[in-house]
């Protein structure tokens, strides 16, 4: 059985501005090379690309579509293109874990936090946050040995009833965590003022749902990343602009934590090595300055911020700067990175495009 992903690519950027006239449109690419601003090269026809991360050892990325029938997308950095994601279910069938019978319907599929981990060069597994027609975490083989990858689902693992997923990581054996960044009855506004509203929940192959981790509840828990040798995990509290580091055999209070300096992080990955985090800048006086709470609810961020890329060091929580940018007025609300070849990708939750530049990557 074979699932194509097949909703149309926008055929104009119409946020947060229109397509320069200068415009070029890449035949059989699906795709508009919009015209480079400044340091920033674009590929217009994303649907809030909210996440990144790369096929390991290509030149090949894979963003997020934070919008119902969005789905993902495939990037080319060689190539400069970008087109939607087409797979396939397995021949045989979702695994016996799977707690879904079937992929999602691409008309709906609404993806978010992104994780991939390689298992066997040149094979890895895709996981993503869905929230379109089920809340789930679809999961998908990727095989990297041919011209492009290939991607095959092979099930999905429910949220809990009442429940969505923001951001989604592994362990080596197989155990998903997820963050939710509010509970039911919490809001934005609750983490903004520092009150704890999600937590970390956690799913082992064999076990029925997710659980949550006791310990692990923050003010806004977002983006999430495991270590190399699968004893901590690193969870980001938006509420407190803030990086905490947990034990994963004793999660029940952070080992570290550090918050970041002057910008507020959004996801976290794993990059050439380098745990990498981007965010828009936290007192952005194009904007007037934070963040604004506004008759009882905390405003949605659209005006334009400039946004920070940094490296983060696990172990003595330093941050080093790896980009930094002022406002853009036709790129707002990055939110995640990712490198190839020296090159910086940038992803946003608000924007019709993807963004590339040039990176200077800390020793």
Known sequence: MLLVATTAMAESCSLPHEADPADERIPGAHIERCQSRGNLGFLCGAQRPEDVVRVPGTQWLVYSGFSNGAGLKLVDTAARSMRQLTYRAAGEG???????????????????????????????????????GRESIEIFSVEAGGAEPLFTWIGCVLMPPGLAANSVATFSDGTILVTVL?????????????????AVYSWTPGESSFQLLPGTELPGNNGLETSRDDSEFFVIAFGWRSVLVFSRADPSRPLRRATAPGFMPDNIHWADGRLLLAGMQYDEPACGGIRKIIDGKADEMRCHRGYTVAQLDPRSMNFSTVAYAEPDPDFNGVSAAAIVAGELWLASY??????????RLPL
């Open 94 to 132: 979702p695994g016996s874990w799977s707690q879904c019978k079937s992929p999602p319907d691409s008309a709906t599929f609404n993806t978010q936090g992104l994780s991939i981990r390689e298992l066997r060069a040149p094979h890895s597994r895709l996981h993503v946050v869905n929230h379109g």
């Open 182 to 198: 509010t509970h039911p009855g919490r809001t934005i506004t609750d983490f903004w003022r520092g009150e704890i509203t999600g």
């Open 350 to 359: 608000q924007s019709d495009r993807v963004a590339w530049r040039k990176a």
